[in-house]
Every structure is written in structure tokens, then in C-alpha cells.
């Protein structure tokens, strides 16, 4: 009942506590403001704007890279929120998974998991539940829309299909020169 | 092609499979006149169906069919569902390997010999020699196509920035590395172009610069007109008559219509967990415990490769995806040399992962997640390493067995895979983690990451060969001890496997197959 309280809390609230945990509360904002995706609007959808604040934190926890912007991980979590309107089983699997997820940071630190500042504090709770059906389709998720999804690609270092541009044969596969 | 031929001609040989094993030996058989069908349970694949995608071409083209894998190794809790990295298609695995095509070493034939008995192992000498098999191994080389070798004269591909890196650490180190000896043409040949490095060996070559049975020897076979490949044919049954000669094989076709194909001979070539799958789910009132399964060893003694991956993580760029996928490879601890602390020998493979795969490998399973991953995968573009390959010693109780109540999507029972390492796996794979850790920090890695084994592209040993029925399946021929006109075709038959890829010397033994069966069939003996 706790949770359903939170969701009833104000949008203000609630963005301002996504925004003061989020590594990156400046890019957060300005995606808000130009109306790209973010947190709110995937949360909107099913969840619930806490599950949704929470879900954000929890995926940049899981993948962290802090100079992401939040909308590529809004990216695999809103098509997850959207399908969630119509699978019900899907809906619960994420509203029992953050429930459960704050009912362990009451437990151990009489926080929600938002409200615990520490990233090795939520990782502590987080590798707790890893085995878990609702982490493991959070992480899983994540996984290819972060890693498997070209437009990052370049960010990472990695050059994706060659074929087409013939290959590398031509285009410095052979180049080094730190050694 | 449109040959056809009758589910009542029993004048024909079935294969059943398509790969390096089945596809070689249908087009072996096919250019010397002995006609075949070749049933394939996956479907055919085009080119154009070819792409540079990890997880695309993962889906389309995998063996995904329901499988167990059991034991304390890591990946049974890893891939419980995953044991092995094959392809399910016109082509089989040649369409996924890499290409890296190396002969055994002359050692390698005769590792009981060699080493006597080692406890808890199974290990045996095979009934075949390096100098018999030296003359296919020259064919092998010449039909698939491998650069740095006398049979093609092709050169090698030229030193890429992956290659470079490790080959410096090497010299650092005083390690032996050279580049790879591939089945990717370097040269356009046999009408194929030359490799354009676009780094995705493994996914199929989009161009087809790399040899796979898809578009050399079964389009080869079937331009003869004596051979018929059924796609999406997945065989269920060898039938036998009362004298125990196997009759043909019951086969689902892709609307699920259960055919019976008449044969002379059948060869089994199905990889190393369908083939002994095929041989049990075979069993009859005459053969209670499965075909050719007299000495209790089909599906026994699987064999993997002992692997592990490494990686390193330097300063600077390395774009180790900008190379073929393994440019090179370090020899030095190849050879068996006991006084390492274990028998038998490895190499370090240099081999590159894409991100996505990196991502999903690096640190697999339900545990592959946090700041640390995530710090390594920021470095992609800074990593270099390999992939270990070793020699695995057989065990009897790494086995394929059928599952006592789970039936797949053919009504077959689903297949349990049980593999874990001897002591002598684990020494061996924890001797190549430091030498490769010493080779890469050599050049300068700040971080060395330490992947454990993956579903395994290489299986072997589950239908071997022996000199003696007692000790195996199959007799230095590939043929069944207890049932003359049934033959194994694939890496199955392996008696040892070797520190080598296992490909090339499926292949030769093909090869030499196919000659033996077409001097059997002459004399009327089989």
C-alpha cells in the first residue's frame, strides 16, 4: 500500500526525486523540455510515475554508464511499459518487482530504493533479486536495446554491418600506432 | 536442382545432415557417380539472407531446438537450454565456424600412447595415423580453400591491428604466433571472391570468401545430378531388417508428414549431440540400447574443446572487429608437455566478439551486470584477446542422453547434455588464463577479463572410432562395427579431440570416407 501512495504523489514530487537521483539531471531535463522521451512519458503509460522513477534508476544501475543519456535507457523501458497496458501478467511481474524491490531497501535500510543514495547499496539489493524473473527481463531488455542497438554503436567503438561499405580490407583494418 | 529420387530406391546412400561432414561426403560420392539424398532438418538459406548482425543472425540461423544442459559447470546455470552453438540449415555449423582450418599434430592420434592411463579419463588411441590421414588433410586443403598452405599457395590475409597487438605480446613474452591458416580465400578461387574483412566470419560470410558447404559442395553435388538435399527433412528413426543391415530413415518433412527413405547405406552426420540422438532414438527388439551402440559408448565420452576467453583492455584503440574473426593464433603451449601441470595441449586463439556479443559473453548469465561490465564494455573499442582452445579429455560420463519424458516438437525425446571438466580441463584452461594474462599485460593491458566457457560450436566423440568394437562405434573408416552399412560422418567419430579445430580434419576424413565406401559398394560388401 506504501507504493500505491507514492504513485499518488505529485508529478512535481515525483520528477524531482527521478531528477536528484539520476546520474545525469541536467541531460534529464533538457530532454524534457525539447519533448524527447523520457521517464514521465513511458510512465505515464502503465506503471505508475514511481515504479516508472524507479525502473530508470535500477536500469542505469544495472548497465551504468554515466554519460548516457537516460533516453536510450527510456528507450527499452517504455516499449516494456507499453506492452505491460496489455499483458497483464507482464504489468504484474513489474509492479510486484519494484514492489518487492523497495520492500528489501526497507528492510535493510528503512529506504525505498530511490531514496538510498549509494550505488553500492543498491546494487546490494539488486544482486539479491538477480535470479529473479523481473530483474532478469529488466536486465535482458537492456542488454540488447543498450548494447545491440546501432545508433550506440559508434559511441562504443563498434562498427556494425560491413559488408555493404566493403569490408574493412580498405579501410584500415591493419592500422595501429601504439605499438 | 531438380533431381528426385524415390522413397523406395534402395540403391542410394542417405545422409542425414549437411555440413562440413554430410555436404563433403555427399559431393565426394556425387563426383564419383554414387547417388544420395541428403536429408537436412533445417531449411536453405540464401545469400541475401547472409547478414553482418550477431543476434539477427543468431536467431535465424542457430540450432535453438529444445536441449538440457546438466552438471556443476557454469553453463548449465549459464545457457540450461544452450549447450551447444550450431546451426540449424543447408550448411550445418560450416555456415557459423570461422574458418580456422589446422591439421592435428602427429601426437594427437595417439594420446594413450602417449601419456598411458589417466584416471578418470577415457582416453584412446585412434585406429588412424597422422601419415594416413596427411594425403586427405592435402585434399581437404585444397577443396576448402586455406591460405598459408602448400595445397593452395594462397597467401595469408595480412596482419590486422588484433593481430598486431597480440603478436607483439607474444614476442614480448618469447610465444610462437603466427597468423592463421583459414578456408577463406585470399585470392579469388574456385569461384569465389577474396575476403573483404568485414569481421563477421562467424554470422556466414555474406560474400562467401569463407568455404561452407551451403555454396561450394552442396550446390557442387547437386549440378552432378545424383545428389537430392531435402531441407527441413528431420530424420526420426533408422529403420533395420532381421539380418541387422540398416534399410533407410523415417523422416519428418516440413509440414510434419512422416516419410520412410529407402537406403543401401546411411550416414550419420547430424553433429555430435544429434547423431548419437538418432542412433538411441533408433533402438529396436534386435538393438535394445540404440544402433551400433554394442559397446555402450554412443553418446558417451562428448568432448568440447577445453575454452575460456580472455580479454584485455588497453589504453588506446585496438578495433580488434575490424579483422577476420581469428587473424591469428599463438602455438606455443600446443604440444603435450606434462611437466605444465597437464596433459595435452591448447592454443590461444585470437578471436574478436562484436559489442553485442561482448555484452552478452563477457561476464554470461544471470550475474552479468553492474559497473564493472560496464566500465569493460566502455573499453570495447580497446580490447584485444582470445579464445582458448585445448584439447578436452573424454569422460564416459559427459554424455547425450534422452530425456525420460520431455518429447520436442517431433515427438523425439529432448537430448541432456552432461558436460563438466576433468581436473586436467580445469588445469589446463587455468595454465593458458595466466600465459595469456602474461602475453597481454606484456603489451601494455591495464585489465585482463576472464570469460568463462561458452556453448560449444566444437562437439565431438560421441560416436567414436576404435580399433576394437569393445572400446567404440565406429572402425578407423567411420563405419559401425556392428552394422556394415552404417556409417558416422562427422566429429562425432573423433576418438580424442585434438587441440585443433575440429573442421579441417572432418573433412579429410570425408574424404577418405567416401573413397572407402565407393570401393565397398564395387566389391558388392556393403
Sequence with gaps: MKNRKRDDQSPDLTRRRFLTHSGTAVVGLGMLSSGLLSARTWAAAAVGEHASATLMRMARDIYPHDTLDDKYYAAVLTPLAEKANSDAELKKLLSDGVRELDSRCDKLFARTYLELESEPDRVLVLRAMEDGAFFQRIKGDLMMGIYNNPELWPRFGYGGSAWEKGGYINRGYDKIDWL | ?526
Design chain 2, 1 to 526: 536442382m531438380t533431381t528426385k529420387f524415390d522413397l523406395n530406391d534402395d540403391s542410394l546412400v542417405v545422409i542425414v545432415g549437411s555440413g562440413a561432414g554430410g555436404g563433403t561426403l555427399a559431393n565426394e560420392l556425387a563426383q564419383k557417380g554414387i547417388k544420395s539424398v541428403v536429408l537436412e532438418a533445417g531449411k536453405r538459406f540464401k545469400m541475401e539472407d547472409i547478414e553482418n548482425d550477431e543476434w539477427k543472425m543468431f536467431g535465424k540461423i542457430s540450432w535453438l531446438d529444445k536441449r538440457y544442459v546438466e552438471g556443476p559447470a557454469r553453463l548449465a546455470k549459464d545457457f540450461p537450454n544452450l549447450p551447444a552453438w550450431i546451426v540449424k540449415g543447408v550448411g550445418g555449423a560450416t555456415m557459423h565456424w570461422a574458418g580456422v582450418a589446422m591439421r592435428f599434430q602427429e601426437h594427437e592420434f595417439r594420446m594413450r600412447s602417449e601419456n598411458g592411463v589417466i584416471p578418470g579419463a577415457n582416453v584412446l588411441d585412434w585406429p588412424v595415423t597422422l601419415k594416413e590421414l596427411e594425403p586427405y588433410y592435402y585434399k581437404a586443403e585444397q577443396k576448402m580453400g586455406v591460405c598459408g598452405t602448400e595445397a593452395t599457395g594462397m597467401p595469408f590475409h595480412g596482419q590486422s591491428s588484433h593481430y598486431k597487438v597480440v603478436a607483439e605480446g607474444a614476442r614480448r613474452i618469447g610465444a610462437k604466433c603466427e597468423q592463421a591458416t583459414l578456408a577463406i580465400n585470399t585470392e579469388v578461387r574456385d569461384g569465389r571472391p577474396s575476403c573483404q574483412v568485414n569481421g563477421f566470419c562467424m554470422q556466414g560470410c555474406r560474400i562467401g570468401a569463407k568455404w561452407s558447404t551451403m555454396y561450394t559442395e552442396i550446390p557442387k553435388a547437386e549440378a552432378t545430378g545424383n545428389v537430392e538435399v531435402r531441407p527441413q527433412s528431420m530424420a526420426l528413426r533408422i529403420e533395420h531388417d532381421k539380418n541387422g543391415k540398416v534399410t533407410g530413415v523415417l523422416y519428418a518433412d516440413k509440414d510434419g508428414n512422416h516419410l520412410f527413405q529407402k537406403a543401401r547405406l546411411v550416414a550419420v552426420a547430424a553433429n555430435s549431440i544429434e547423431s548419437p540422438r538418432l542412433l538411441l532414438n533408433s533402438a529396436s527388439s534386435m538393438f535394445p540400447d540404440g544402433l551400433a551402440n554394442g559397446s555402450g559408448q554412443v553418446g558417451q565420452n562428448y568432448m568440447t574443446h577445453t575454452t575460456a576467453g580472455v580479454y584485455g583492455e588497453f589504453e588506446k584503440p585496438v578495433h580488434m572487429y575490424k579483422s577476420t574473426v581469428v587473424p591469428g593464433i599463438v602455438h606455443e603451449w600446443k604440444d603435450n608437455d606434462p611437466s605444465r601441470g597437464h596433459y595435452a595441449g591448447y592454443e590461444l586463439e585470437i578471436l574478436h566478439l562484436g559489442l553485442p556479443f561482448m555484452s552478452a559473453f563477457l561476464n554470461p548469465g544471470r550475474s552479468g551486470w553492474g559497473r564493472e561490465l560496464a566500465d569493460s564494455l566502455e573499453n570495447y573499442d580497446k580490447m584485444a584477446g582470445f579464445w582458448v582452445c585445448g584439447e578436452d579429455m573424454p569422460v564416459e560420463s559427459n554424455n547425450i542422453t534422452l530425456h525420460p519424458t520431455e518429447k520436442d516438437q517431433y515427438g523425439l525425446p529432448v537430448p541432456v547434455v552432461y558436460k563438466t571438466d576433468h581436473i586436467n580441463d580445469t588445469r589446463m584452461r587455468n595454465h593458458a588464463y595466466d600465459k595469456a594474462t602474461e602475453l597481454l599485460e606484456a603489451v601494455g593491458a591495464r585489465k585482463v577479463n576472464y570469460l568463462p566457457p561458452y556453448p560449444a560450436s566444437h562437439n565431438m566423440g560421441t560416436n567414436r572410432m576404435s580399433a576394437h568394437a569393445r572400446d567404440g562405434v565406429v572402425n578407423k573408416w567411420g563405419q559401425s562395427h556392428e552394422i556394415k552399412n552404417l556409417f558416422v560422418s562427422d566429429g562425432s567419430q573423433f576418438t580424442t579431440s585434438g587441440t585443433e579445430n575440429p573442421t579441417l580434419t572432418i573433412v579429410a576424413l570425408a574424404i577418405r570416407q567416401a573413397d572407402y565406401i565407393a570401393d565397398q559398394m564395387k566389391r558388392n560388401a556393403i
